[in-house]
């Protein structure tokens, strides 16, 4: 079992910036993914970023240039800077954990929500 716990969330104005954080803790595997997803009010639950203990990353188009994904591997923490916050990034930031080794098998966070007022 996984435990991802997520911080970071809150209210902000658009433009400003925000940092999320998301710490695993349990049956961590020395090569996994950790990424962070996002749904807002009827809509589907879709990717932001993702990176591997290898440090490659993955950006969802809406998000490049704006959104940062890093990760602490001593601490199993993935954090994500996000800078020029539109409205259209309001919604709840969940953070996912996989690994080749459980291949199928996915551990979401509870959810921060991130509101950008403008």
């Known amino acids: 079992q996984v435990q991802l716990v997520e911080s970071g969330g809150g209210l902000v104005q658009a433009g400003g910036s925000l940092r999320l954080s998301c710490a695993a803790s349990?049956?961590?595997?020395?090569?996994?993914?950790m990424g962070w997803y996002r749904q807002a009010p009827g809509k589907e639950r879709e990717l932001v970023a993702t990176?591997?203990?290898?440090?490659?990353?993955n950006y969802a188009d809406s998000v490049k240039g704006r959104f940062t994904i890093s990760r602490d591997n001593a601490k199993n923490t993935v954090y994500l800077q996000m800078s020029s916050l539109k409205s259209e990034d309001t919604a709840v930031y969940y953070c996912?954990?996989?690994?080749?080794?459980?291949?199928?098998?996915?551990?979401w966070g509870q959810g921060t929500q991130v509101t950008v007022s403008s």
């Open positions: 996912r954990y996989s690994s080749m080794y459980i291949p199928g098998r996915f551990y």
């Open positions: 349990g049956s961590i595997f020395s090569s996994n993914t």
């Open positions: 990176i591997t203990t290898g440090w490659s990353t």
